[in-house]
């Protein structure tokens, strides 16, 4: 079972990442089974996922076996504990998969080194997706070094039950401020129970901390280091301080322990929070979780106003090729075949995410149930609000959510000052970088 928070960040190093010097493109070639002169290709599909995940995947390379039945595809499904490990040891020993299901804290890592295809220089077709949505997966030395499996971006959820219990209106997402959400949770923990609050203690999420410093006008990263200052982070864990100082959520003790809390057993599902933050392609897994399913709001702004609240498409995962295969046609294709096809759309639905291929998500949405509703409506409701598209994380980015979260902590049980807890981000992200 996954922890609130690694469902919020699923960020965790990568041993052995460096040897990936070893697995560019001039490396000896371990990847897939190569082509034949009959145009049959062998390929080697790795992603890491869930029982659900698995078998929507089963089903979609059957699916394409119609479309190419000279291709055949050999499965290697995970988990995302031992995905990395194996991923980079594949790499390093010239026996990377062909296609791979990808994540944005470490496409820096592996296509800086030379380990992907460029997918729009093989051929890949995007012209169906959503502006903004294909350049997530560009970098610069590579080119579109992956494209998204499906979209998310940041989101409030809210469990109407408590706001009920205490009496307290739900929020208009379009105009309220970092302020105002505090106040809310502040009134939400002062009408009810002992133990009940108004809010998750959010001072170590990455995402919200990047809305946060979007809205002021900087970024988590820059020209591949850190993109915001000292003072920004500094309010950031003021802000943070002052949920647990107002009482608008737990002290440092219930909140750590909630941190790790499987998904279902989290304050949140059991109703003992109104208020906590995830990326929209959780909202289905809450929605399941919480008696009258969950309501999706923006994040709040500075400004009060949703046109600055800085959001963005993130992409929840990425589909990748080997810059090794031996048969780019093949995998490239099919590739395409899971990003582009409304077949392939209905088959994998909502569950790596809503599909940036517009003509995908309309063929999909008519069959959807309300929980993966909420999620397509949601991104929907942003798109004209959206910011431009963030860095890359750099290679080594992918430790910031942890650094974040000591930082928080040690600033939470009183060990750091807020401006100390922000000299100590910048400094072990810096470090981190490199």
């Known amino acids: 079972m996954l922890s609130r928070r690694s469902a919020l960040s699923l960020g965790i190093a990568v041993p052995g990442l460096a040897a990936l010097a ?20 062998s390929l080697r599909l790795a992603w890491w996922g869930n029982p659900t995940r698995d078998e929507s995947t089963k089903k979609v390379v059957e699916a394409f076996k119609e479309v190419a039945p000279e291709t055949t ?10 995905y990395w490990d194996k991923l980079a040891t594949q790499a390093a020993g010239g026996d990377f998969p062909d296609i791979v299901q990808m994540d944005e804290k470490y496409l820096s890592e592996y296509g800086g080194r030379g380990a992907l295809l460029d997918l ?23 080119g579109l070094a992956a494209i998204n499996a499906g979209l998310n971006a940041f989101a409030f959820l809210i469990n109407p039950v408590v706001f009920k219990e205490a009496g307290v209106e739900v929020p208009d997402d379009t105009t309220w401020t970092w302020d105002d959400l505090i106040e809310t949770a502040v009134k939400i923990t002062e009408a009810t129970p002992d133990g009940t609050y108004g809010m998750t203690q959010m001072g170590s999420v ?28 500094t309010a950031w864990f003021d802000w943070a301080k002052k949920i647990q100082d107002s009482k608008a959520g737990p002290g440092a003790s219930v909140s750590v322990e909630d941190s790790a809390q499987a998904m279902d057993q989290s304050l949140f599902a059991t109703g003992k929070v109104a208020m906590t933050v995830a990326w929209s392609n959780q909202v289905v897994a809450h929605d399941g979780l919480v008696p009258e399913g969950v309501t999706v709001l923006r994040p709040p702004s500075m400004s009060g106003s949703a046109a600055e ?9 990425y589909w990748a090729v080997s810059s090794t295969t031996k048969s780019p046609e093949a995998a490239v294709a099919f590739v395409d075949y899971l990003v582009n096809s409304p077949d392939a759309g209905k088959v994998l639905s909502v569950e790596r995410g809503v599909p940036g291929n517009l003509t995908v998500r309309e063929a999909i949405v008519p069959d959807l149930d309300e929980a993966n509703t909420k999620a397509v409506d949601y991104l929907e409701s942003i798109e004209s609000e959206l910011g431009s598209a963030p860095e890359i994380t750099p290679q080594g980015g992918g430790q910031f959510e942890d650094i974040l979260t000591r930082a928080c902590e040690d600033m939470l049980f009183g060990n750091l000052t807020p401006a100390e807890a922000a000299q100590r981000l910048i400094d072990e992200l810096t470090a981190a970088i490199g």
């Open 120 to 142: 729009a220089g093989a051929g890949l077709t995007t012209d169906d997706f959503v502006p903004g949505s294909v350049e997530v997966g560009e970098l610069p030395d590579v």
């Open 73 to 82: 595809i050999a499965l290697e499904p995970g988990e995302w504990g031992g």
């Open 206 to 233: 990455q995402g919200l901390f990047q809305v946060y410093v979007r809205q002021a006008g900087q970024d988590q990263y820059k020209d591949g280091a850190a993109g915001f200052d000292l003072e920004t982070a």
């Open 22 to 41: 070893a697995c560019g493109p001039n490396a000896s070639g371990g990847t897939g089974g190569g082509g034949g002169e009959d145009g049959s290709a």
């Open 309 to 317: 609240a800085q959001l963005w498409y993130k992409a929840s995962m």
